[in-house]
């Protein structure tokens, strides 16, 4: 939710982020960032959608399968 907070390294198929995240996120399928997320890290993801307003400093690659 909004006001959830991590900090480490987080590894699932797929996921939704509202609060906050400082770390590495790998997801084989979709990540979503909501408007509401502060992402301070590195993604590895299959796809990627961010929505307006959400708040990153990050470095992203791209999962091929």
């Known amino acids: 939710g909004t006001s959830g907070n991590i900090e480490g390294q987080i590894e699932c198929k797929n ?29 590895n ?7 307006v307003g959400a708040k990153l400093a990050i470095t992203c690659k791209t999962i091929i399968a």
């Open 15 to 43: 996921a939704e982020i509202a609060g906050e995240v400082n770390g590495t996120i790998t997801v084989l399928e979709l990540l979503v960032l909501k408007e509401t997320s502060n992402f301070n890290g590195d993604i």
């Open 45 to 51: 993801t299959g796809q990627l959608t961010v929505e």
